[in-house]
């Protein structure tokens, strides 16, 4: 019964999917959806390795919101170097940045949205885990960058997973 | 009597074409075996909003469908080579 | 079901939505010509990936709705999807492509192969 929070949390992702998928509230559908999500559900409890414990989840609206406005604007900058001058496409480069984030959770979510955002790739964490080395498109102002994701996405996962 | 939306339709196909013949041009001709597989992961991205195109064109849920599948296997596909340039194989033991 | 019974709001921003969404996805693809080295066509291809996708999404969700006079949203799946998988294919490509250039440059230093 220790696993029984995320288990619920899990099986009704699933099963929200599942209704989505078939794009019905039939009864049939409803009693197929749960058999089969409770079941998925029970099977894969054994294979995942750590449990998440995410809270304040306000936070996580906001962070999304605040990935979105992110994704819009890097899609322009990164649209205009594509069209622009040649002499702005040839200064990509890796950078690093230190790293206060543990969580492998938040890790996993913090490379999901830098990959996101056009204009930064995940490109490797170092094996003590505190420090990350990203590639950049526009790598004119380092000290930005690492304002950037440290406020505006490393503060933010550290508040929901730890 | 509103023509707008059949325009952009014409338009959007038009430039998601292009957009996979450029695509195309780098998977021929990429110097490594990772731009080809960068180009064909660009490619079947194009091919799926090419579909959702169609499907807004034609007024029809089986193209989600498509674009549905196209992305499952397109994943798939793609990750696997990725991991074999990263390893050496797909399945580890 | 016929073009001709969207109101035209609807007809107005479904047009602004795939002609940014087809406009995005062309540059994203333009950039794999006009990067000069891998790592750089990378940022490129998220910009069809994310946006680009995501607009023409939206339109699609917009004009089914109009069409089925309901809300329908199946395509948030395809979107759920490529936010969860799009990235794993990136950054395994850029390991990969940190990977064998070390490796290639330990083996000849020199190596005219390479042009990146």
């Known amino acids: ?162 | 009597m509103n023509g707008m939306l059949p325009w952009a339709i014409s338009f959007a196909l038009i430039a998601v074409a292009l957009a996979m013949i450029f695509a195309a041009i780098r998977l021929l001709r990429g110097p490594a075996a990772e731009d080809r597989v960068l180009a064909l992961d660009t490619l079947y991205v194009n091919g799926m909003i090419l579909v959702l195109t169609l499907g807004i064109q034609f007024g029809s849920r089986f193209y989600f469908d498509i674009a549905l599948l196209i992305a499952l296997f397109g994943f798939v596909g793609s990750a696997a080579m990725a991991k074999f340039l990263l390893r050496g194989e797909v399945i580890e033991p | 079901m016929t073009m001709d019974e969207i109101p035209f709001w609807a007809d107005l921003l479904g047009s602004l939505l795939l002609i940014s969404g087809g406009l995005l996805t062309l540059i994203g693809s333009l950039g794999l010509l006009r990067l000069p080295n891998l790592f750089a066509r990378m940022h490129g291809v998220t910009l069809g990936n994310t946006l680009g996708l995501g607009c023409v999404l939206l339109a699609s969700i917009l004009i089914a709705s109009i069409h089925a006079e309901r809300f329908v949203f199946q395509e948030v799946l395809i979107t759920l999807f490529m936010i969860s998988t799009s990235p794993v294919t990136t950054i395994l490509l850029m390991r990969s492509g940190i990977y064998r250039k070390r490796a290639d440059t330990e083996k000849e230093p020199v190596s005219g192969q390479d042009t990146n």
């Open chain 1, 1 to 162: 019964m220790k696993r029984w929070p995320s288990l619920t949390l899990f099986t009704v992702i699933l099963f929200a999917l599942w209704l989505l998928l078939n794009d019905s509230l039939a009864p049939g559908q409803l009693l197929l959806g749960l058999i089969l999500t409770v079941i998925i559900a029970a099977s894969t409890a054994a294979i995942r390795p750590l449990r998440a414990h995410p809270h304040h989840l306000l936070t996580a609206v906001g962070l999304l919101f605040v990935v979105l406005i992110d994704i819009i604007r890097s899609n322009i900058a990164v649209a205009g170097i594509i069209l622009g001058p040649a002499k702005r496409r040839f200064s990509s480069g890796f950078m690093k940045i230190p790293l206060d984030l543990r969580d492998p959770y938040g890790l996993a979510a913090l490379a999901c949205i830098i990959t996101a955002t056009p204009g930064t790739i995940w490109a490797g964490l170092s094996p003590d885990g505190g420090t990350l080395t990203i590639h950049v498109l526009d790598l004119q102002d380092e000290g930005a960058w690492v304002r950037t994701i440290k406020q505006r996405y490393e503060r933010r996962l550290m508040e929901i997973f730890e």
